[in-house]
């Protein structure tokens, strides 16, 4: 996947001026004719779009001129051979292009704004999780997504214990550690230490920590999940000095540099993800608890407005749903139709985009898995 950045989401969200194409598509994973399969789709859906564009009177040149960056994607080999599952195209004043997890259904979208909904499944509030990979020969930052783990640069951060600490003979100094399990609570007693020499091991470590935790918390928001990954030792210490406020109980226990890239991302995923839905759970609660106060609406024709008006604390939409219609003035009131019109856009798309806008947070989610099965739910402020 192509990291989307709560910057870049915002951008696209932000665009306006002119028309904007927006293209989701399945995509082929690399092999004998998958560039072929996956530019005929593309050409397919680029034909789509000229159409539209020429049916709301854009000119030859100027539909030509925005649809030339997709375009030269169609020959693109290189571009081709790292394909994910999706693939998100953008075209307007800005253009973007973000290889996606996930299967999307093929969609064509010509508006004045970008069609967001499929992204902020991704991304909901901001959707990645960060591992820190802890061992006594380096600590490492990853960016997590449900595809894969990226390396992170985290400025003033030491990158291995070793350096930090200039013990070159580390596992030499007499260091010794054990656990016991309490049999009366069923955890684990805090590490203790037994070795000889000056400075203290343990000190040197947790001020080894915190160092590195200092620097974390210039880089890890405090919305997104931190999972530890380490030797059983080391993780109760990083703990005992850790400020970041969304690290997760839940660890990677073992050396992460034997556990190799793909099953730490594996593991990683696992916990993420549950700390996720856990998140969505807890706003379906809200929502459920509060559905019979004005608070709670599935109604288009009012949260529309709302997330215009930046009253939307917390918003469902459906990815398979669409409500067509137009909005009317800077309130935010709106129009609907049945069916879609020229010049119509799906107004929920932009009911959650105004939401993410205003600091509330969306769940894109299956219509199943809605509050109550509706297109749409919104929690407001007030």
Not at 129 to 158: H, N, Y
Not at 309 to 338: P, S
Not at 346 to 351: G, S, V, Y
């Amino acid at each position: 996947m192509d990291a989307l950045s709560l910057e870049e989401l915002t951008s696209l969200c932000r665009s306006t001026g002119g028309p904007h194409v927006s293209i989701y598509m399945p995509t082929v994973r690399f092999g004998p004719d998958s560039q072929i399969e996956n530019g005929r789709r593309l050409k397919n859906l680029l034909k789509t779009a000229a159409e539209e564009l020429d049916s709301r009177g854009v000119r030859p040149r100027e539909i030509d001129a925005l649809l030339a960056p997709a375009r030269v994607i169609i020959e693109d080999r290189p571009f081709w051979l790292r394909a994910g599952d999706g693939l998100g195209i953008f075209l307007g004043p800005q253009t973007a292009t973000f290889r996606l997890p996930g299967k999307f259904p093929e969609v064509v979208v010509v508006s004045e704004h970008f069609y967001v909904k499929p992204l902020l499944m991704h991304q909901g509030s901001d959707r990645h999780f960060f591992v820190l990979a802890l061992s006594l020969k380096r600590v490492q930052l990853l960016r997590g997504t449900i595809e894969s783990l990226v390396p992170v640069d985290v400025t003033g951060a030491p990158s291995s214990l070793s350096e930090a600490l200039k013990w070159d003979d580390f596992e030499k100094r007499s260091l010794q550690f054990h656990t016991q399990t309490s049999l009366a609570a069923g955890g684990r007693r805090p590490v203790v230490f037994h070795g000889s020499g000056e400075p203290d091991p343990k000190e040197e470590i947790l001020r080894y920590f915190r160092g590195i935790d200092r620097a974390l918390r210039e880089v890890v928001p405090p919305d997104t999940p931190l999972i530890l990954a380490g030797v059983d030792y080391l993780l109760p210490l990083y703990r005992e000095v850790s400020g970041v406020p969304s690290l997760v109980d839940e660890s990677i226990v073992g050396n992460p540099d034997s556990l190799g890239l793909e099953s730490l991302h594996d593991q990683a995923w696992a916990i993420a993800q549950a700390v996720f839905d856990e998140e969505r759970e807890q706003a379906t609660r809200r929502i459920e608890e509060a559905w019979a106060t004005p608070r709670v609406t599935p109604d288009p024709e009012r949260i529309v407005p709302a997330a215009f008006q930046a009253r939307v604390d917390v918003m469902f939409v459906a990815l398979d749903r669409e409500v067509w219609g137009t909005v009317l003035d800077e309130a935010g009131d709106v129009e609907i139709h049945e069916r879609p019109e020229p010049g119509d856009e799906d107004l929920l798309d932009r009911a959650a985009v105004q939401t993410f806008l205003s600091g509330g947070t969306v769940f894109a989610v299956p219509a199943e898995k809605t509050p109550r099965g509706y297109p749409a739910v919104a929690l407001l402020r007030y």
